[in-house]
């Protein structure tokens, strides 16, 4: 039972470099999400997908692209990276309504 | 501007005693809380949750409270055990079916043994 997996669990980049971070959940969730998390900040809503085929913005979207790929794959893309980038990213989905968002283990990303 | 806060970035407390993690919201638009739970290097995991049309809920060692009229709500884990050590994250939702979580930054809980 894998629930939400998110590759790769570490990844150092250089500016200006690309990366697209995976996600995949296997509960045959609607809804999926993307957060960062910085020390102090807690965690910010990046972008989210309500359902299969849609995407918006969350709190902190700049720099970030998403694609919903079908509806267990959740894909985030920073096109240039830059070292305010640096931060933990967590996928996370959810099923109906009411029930709880599932985590995965998080992305640790630095760039120098 | 920080919607969800929680003001104590540690809190250490014995092995059998209570813990009380405090958690206060600005926004009275927010219709249901969450707290979390995160291991290091692991993902937050759900553990308790509360609508805003109640004011307790309880789930085992664990049980939520909400006080609306101070936009306040706490967790109390009794009796903590050193395996609760972790942080804990204060998460409220807006935005209806989206279900887009705000977090607060977090309470670093140590039970002692």
């Known amino acids: 039972n894998a629930g939400v997996t998110q590759t790769p669990k570490f990844q150092v980049l250089k500016t200006g470099q690309s990366m697209t971070l995976q996600c995949a959940q296997d509960?045959?969730?609607?809804?999926m999400y993307w957060y960062r998390q910085d020390p102090g900040m807690g965690l910010r809503l990046i972008y989210y997908?309500?359902?299969?085929?849609?995407?918006d913005k969350g709190e902190v979207p700049n720099g970030y692209n998403v694609s919903r790929l079908n509806k267990r794959e959740f894909s985030l893309r920073l096109e240039s990276a830059a070292p305010s980038q640096t931060s933990v990213y967590f996928c996370?989905?959810?099923?109906?309504?009411?029930?709880?968002?599932?985590f995965g283990d998080g992305t640790r990303l630095s760039i120098l | 501007d920080q919607q969800v806060k929680q003001n104590s970035p540690s809190l250490s407390v014995q092995e059998g005693r209570i813990s009380i993690l405090n958690c206060d919201y600005t926004?009275?638009?927010?219709?249901?809380f969450l707290w979390y739970k995160k291991y290091p290097a692991e993902g937050p995991t759900f553990l308790i949750s509360?609508?805003?049309?109640?004011d307790k809920n309880e789930d085992g060692r664990f049980t939520v409270f909400l006080n609306k009229s101070a936009k306040h709500l706490s967790l109390h884990i009794v009796p903590s055990q050193p395996g609760d050590s972790a942080v804990y994250f204060c998460?409220?939702?807006?935005?209806?079916?989206?279900?887009?979580?705000?977090f607060g930054t977090g309470t670093l809980l140590a039970v002692q043994p």
């Open positions: 996370a989905s959810r099923g109906v309504l009411g029930q709880p968002q599932h």
């Open positions: 926004n009275s638009m927010f219709d249901y």
């Open positions: 509360i609508s805003s049309i109640k």
């Open positions: 997908s309500a359902s299969e085929g849609t995407t």
């Open positions: 509960m045959n969730h609607n809804s």
């Open positions: 998460a409220a939702i807006y935005g209806g079916a989206t279900n887009k979580l705000i």
